[in-house]
């Protein structure tokens, strides 16, 4: 029962990662979809398929950050076993001009009715609301970067902008980050061996997971970059 608790989380979110990538694929037989968002709300979808309509159905606002280009392709760490345990395949990538730090972002976004019937079938009882699952994502991530134990501590390892902050920035009802010093035979892409995530959440739209890594020499101004980054997605009002 705790291995199945343990797994849970994680389990649950590659199935909505894949559920995303499904209703992709299929957009253009279905170029319109409703997504519940809670409380009797929905929102439809209509047009282009993709990275777009994700963001607009979390009601996020997208903004290419200064001293980044963007990386027309997935990443899914095929050869690097620690971050494939780690992380599920991430859409979206941003290489900094230098070359020296790397984004990449994935969007959670609110299940559909469709979605919550499938998972249900596998997991009965197991999708209620997505308000926490951001926080399933991060403790996985704890666990395996260092082991079960730091995973029960994940608190721990993390910091939370304050509340104000949060809003101010993001317009976010959450924003946690935490760093990670990779294992020699563990960094990513043989060039980078500093990871760190930046998870916004916000009530009812799901959650969005910016993770970046990035070199010794990026560390030294990791600020700046930092600063650029924290302006690429932001929540609407709605």
Not at 75 to 88: A, G, P, Q, R, S
């Amino acid at each position: 029962m705790k291995l199945y608790s343990k797994y849970m989380q994680k389990i649950i979110t590659s199935i909505i990662v894949t559920l995303t990538f499904v209703h992709v694929t299929l957009a253009q037989e279905l170029p319109t979809r409703t997504f519940d968002i809670g409380r009797g709300r929905s929102i439809t979808v209509t047009g282009e398929p993709g990275p777009k309509a994700d963001l607009k159905l979390s009601k996020l606002k997208y903004t290419k950050p200064n001293l980044f280009n963007e990386v027309g392709k997935s990443e899914c760490f095929y050869d690097n076993v620690k971050l494939k345990e780690m992380l599920t395949c991430v859409p979206n990538q941003l290489v900094s001009d230098d070359g020296e730090f790397v984004i990449l972002y994935s969007l959670i976004r609110p299940t559909t009715k469709t979605d919550s019937i499938s998972i249900s079938k596998i997991f009965p009882g197991s999708i209620r609301s997505l308000n926490g699952m951001h926080l399933g994502q991060l403790k996985h991530q704890i666990s395996i970067a260092y082991d079960a134990e730091a995973g029960k501590h994940w608190k721990d390892y993390v910091t939370y902008y304050p509340r104000a902050e949060s809003k101010a920035k993001f317009n976010a009802d959450t924003a946690i980050t935490h760093k990670i010093r990779l294992d020699s035979s563990f960094v990513f892409r043989g060039k980078y061996p500093n990871m760190a995530t930046l998870l916004l959440q916000k009530k009812d739209l799901g959650f969005a997971c910016m993770t970046l890594f990035y070199t010794d020499r990026a560390k030294a101004n990791f600020k700046r970059y930092w600063q650029a980054m924290e302006g690429m997605l932001r929540y609407e009002d709605y």
